[in-house]
């Protein structure tokens, strides 16, 4: 987080940020035991960095994972378009592969419709189901996404892969 925050608090925007960090990386290292600050290691603490109040960093960070998907249920999925690496990836929540909505529609050049008022995301003037929304970005299942953009999907379970074709 950038900012002087003896004087101020983080924003609400550079906490949530902070907290995905902390959840993807735990994904990541699961051995990753403690969220330390910077002056709560060993020869830092005269310092007054991150000068937040870490206690209540750590547990504003559990009731957020508490909401949220568990780091623990879920493990980074590559999204491939009709040849296309995608840069951005989707997650594996209890053996399904749930991926980013806008990201893979864009690809195919399709625009998905956020309705507000029924908070139903419409996506080729279909609505989908299952979807999740994680940390503010809509989520599908890869088969219900694949099907209202009329594409054909893949699974490699060794690469945890998803490969969606299909004419564009």
Known sequence: MIGDFRNQKPTTA??????????YLQSLLPNMKQILGHQEYPGYSWKACPAIDMDKFRDDYSQFL?????????????????????????????????????AVAEAV?????????????????????E???????????????????????E???PTKTVYLKGNV
């Open 66 to 102: 508490q909401k949220s998907v568990k780091p623990e249920d879920t493990m980074p999925v590559f999204i491939v378009v009709n040849g296309k690496k995608l840069a951005v990836t989707g997650i594996l929540i209890d053996g399904v592969s749930m991926l980013p909505v806008r």
């Open 155 to 157: 699974w490699d379970g």
């Open 109 to 129: 050049g399709v625009k998905p419709v956020w309705i507000a008022a029924t908070k139903d995301l419409r996506v080729n003037g279909k609505d989908l189901n």
């Open 14 to 23: 550079q906490l949530e940020a902070n907290y995905r960090l902390l959840q």
């Open 131 to 153: 979807k999740k929304i994680i940390s503010g970005s809509a989520y599908a299942p890869a088969r219900e996404l694949a099907s209202v953009l009329g594409l054909s999907v």
